[in-house]
């Protein structure tokens, strides 16, 4: 009995010591642009196996395992589980015909195990998952957040917001097959390609990696203010909502709702009508199950450097932060492994993308100028300035982050310089003798980049939702004040004094119009429609490929490197297109790159391919060139757009390198 009585009090300790400060939601705390800050979503770390599993005991302390518990949670306390499901698989005693109550056993979560295959891994998606034999629920979801980069309590939540499953005692297995709701459309079934415990977790974490890699590929972007529908039904209406975060945007793409004031006022049942619950449900569960959703004080302890300066030679370490004078900015060493700045609770720059993988990171502003930012001796991020007279690297009350050198001069900075007000939106084009002020800006017609004219006096090109500045007039630092183009035909950035950049077009009376265009391009035409400058920032289209000597498969296009598998000096020696789906590069020790496309449904007539299945070192493809597999069932083309194209079905790319010079639709699931 003491035995018994000590393992039931470690158990419930272990659980409370998953979250801390959990409370129960509150729906004025719901806020739709950031339902859960990144550093959380992405936390792999948050929870161990033995945690996992001891929080899927705690939802459920009896299994159901053979139905013979009273149906009491459906409003039928005098018949069993077992018989509720026989009346309505036969639609007798008065209850509708639904085949899919199967007779037991009934597998909860906190029994479940099932074989796992082995998942290869998927370029800058996840890492590959070993293969295994009854693995629990508990061990599947903990290898999958540690593969992918997943906090496992996103996928417990996800679970459960899906299918109940974490609380439900008998679950069908219709539940299971379609547990986190991937490929599950509203408007259609689920498809069967991807059903199963295991393939369901594993392509939702999947699916979440793929919004974080390529978010330009889709509706939804961080940084973005866009309209939300309130339900599936469109003529219920939208709301406006600035999406703060990469997290939150991907939960948008994959549940497109957000909820109304009828299903927040009543958060634990129905709103009206018009209400849809999917993200205000996985806000809600997460924060009563695990606490906050914000990366805050709660989830990791952080200490203040008692400045806003680092001086050659010193360090930040994890957890500690720089506060500008004013207090309105903070530069935290994060303990992802991320340098990251917050204006308040916004986050407005960051070195890189989160990657747990680098926690314990550290940033050096080392005595050769360069400030970097190491996890262990490996150099993650840097300003490059090593060399430099650099002397202060400060977080400044503009909040901008401004390398000094020894004579005041700027050496690099993060061009985050904050005047408070509004951006100003000043359409697609600049005519002759229209200028960008600090802080107006041009977006290309598809939203897909925008123009800004920081205040820091660099005019620079971004990527939607600032995720990416793919060019500058590296201006900052020099007190320009307007950009403008001029009747000459020149584009100029002004300062005080004078023009401190300019395109180099002037004396023209021929040209039409600076222009920046849906493919990223910034162009001053002339009258006659050809270019006579531009940032040379288009997508263009890949030329061909080649399976390089130290086994990196590159794309080019003409002498630029568009797209690789980044496998140079790994000892890849063979590409194969395999019957599962999978396009896979191969070394001595096996496999060590894949597209991740293995188990993806399969195309109803066979192809045919004008090469065989294999690339071997030296191999190069054309555009016009195809790859079957043996089976004839998958096919691998370089387009004429220049793309590299994995086809699972004549109209349905399973893959691409994205190098065809224009956006993915947003509704392709890559």
């Not at 992405?42 to 139905?67: H, R, W």
């Not at 393939?199 to 973005?224: E, L, M, T």
């Not at 709660?298 to 506060?323: A, I, P, V």
């Not at 597209?595 to 391919?609: F, H, K, L, M, N």
């Amino acid at each position: 009995m003491i035995k018994t009585i000590t393992l039931a009090l470690v158990a419930i300790l272990a659980s409370l010591l998953i979250a801390n400060n959990v409370s129960a939601a509150n729906k004025n705390d719901f806020n739709p642009g950031r339902i859960i800050d990144d550093y959380v979503f992405y936390n792999s770390d948050a929870m161990s196996t033995q945690q996992i599993q001891t929080f899927l005991e705690s939802k459920v302390p009896n299994c159901d395992y053979n139905g013979t518990q009273p149906a009491s949670d459906w409003g039928y306390p005098n018949i069993t589980h077992a018989q509720l499901a026989e009346y309505k698989r036969n639609g007798s005693n008065g209850f509708t015909r639904d085949t899919g109550f199967h007779a037991p056993p009934y597998k909860c979560l906190r029994a479940y195990t099932q074989d796992t295959p082995q998942m290869e891994a998927a370029s800058g998606l996840c890492q590959s998952v070993p293969a295994g034999t009854n693995k629990s629920a508990a061990q599947i979801i903990k290898d999958i957040s540690v593969a992918c980069g997943i906090n496992p309590q996103v996928l417990i939540v996800l679970l459960e917001k899906e299918q109940s499953l974490v609380t439900d005692n008998w679950p069908l297995n219709r539940q299971l097959n379609s547990a986190t709701g991937f490929a599950c459309p509203d408007t259609a079934p689920c498809d069967t390609s991807y059903g199963g415990f295991f393939y369901q977790v594993y392509y939702a974490a999947r699916q979440f990696k793929i919004y974080q890699a390529y978010p330009d590929r889709y509706n939804y972007i961080a940084g973005r203010t866009q309209a939300i529908l309130w339900s599936p039904n469109t003529a219920c209406g939208s709301g406006q909502v600035f999406i703060e975060n990469q997290a939150t945007a991907g939960l948008y793409i994959y549940t497109p709702y957000q909820p109304n004031a009828a299903a927040l006022n009543n958060l634990y049942g129905t709103g009206d009508g018009c209400s849809a619950y999917g993200n205000r449900n996985f806000w809600r569960i997460f924060t009563d199950w695990f606490g906050s959703t914000y990366a805050g004080q709660d989830r990791q302890e952080l200490f203040s450097k008692g400045t806003n300066t680092l001086s050659r030679g010193s360090q930040l370490k994890s957890g500690e932060f720089l506060t500008s004078p004013n207090g309105r900015y903070t530069l935290i060493m994060h303990p992802s492994g991320q340098l990251l700045m917050y204006k308040s609770k916004q986050l407005i720059w960051q070195s890189d993308s989160i990657n747990w993988t680098q926690r314990g990171a550290y940033l050096s502003f080392q005595t050769d100028g360069n400030v970097v930012l190491y996890r262990d001796t490996t150099p993650l991020w840097s300003t490059g300035s090593d060399g430099s007279s650099a002397t202060r690297f400060s977080l400044q009350n503009d909040g901008n982050l401004v390398l000094y050198g020894d004579a005041n001069q700027v050496l690099w900075s993060s061009g985050t310089i904050s005047n408070d007000s509004p951006l100003v939106y000043k359409g697609s084009t600049l005519s002759a003798g229209e200028s960008l002020r600090p802080g107006e800006y041009l977006r290309s017609p598809d939203w897909r980049y925008f123009l800004l004219m920081q205040g820091d006096g660099n005019l620079v090109l971004y990527t939607a939702g600032h995720t990416q500045s793919i060019w500058n007039s590296g201006s900052h630092g020099k007190g320009g004040n307007r950009v403008s183009l001029q009747s000459d035909g020149n584009l100029v950035i002004y300062n005080s004094s004078g023009a401190i950049w300019a395109s180099g077009t002037d004396g023209r009376s021929d040209y039409a119009g600076l222009s920046l265009q849906s493919d990223g391009n910034l162009v001053l035409y002339n009258t006659t429609g050809n270019a006579i400058w531009a940032s040379g920032t288009d997508r263009k289209g890949g030329e061909f490929v080649s399976f390089q000597s130290d086994g990196n498969l590159v794309l080019y296009g003409g002498q630029k490197a568009l797209w690789a598998t980044g496998t140079d000096r790994k000892g890849g020696t063979s590409l194969s297109l395999q019957s599962d789906g999978n396009w896979v590069m191969y070394g001595s020790s096996g496999a060590i790159w894949a597209t991740g496309t293995d188990r993806r449904p399969q195309s109803s007539v066979a192809y045919e391919c004008s090469l065989t299945s294999s690339l071997s070192i030296g191999s190069r493809l054309n555009k016009g060139d195809s790859i079957c597999s043996p089976n004839n069932l998958f096919k691998l083309s370089f387009q004429s757009d220049g793309n590299l194209v994995l086809y699972a079905r004549k109209t349905s790319p399973s893959w691409a390198s994205g190098t065809d010079g224009v956006f993915f639709r947003s509704d392709l699931n890559l």
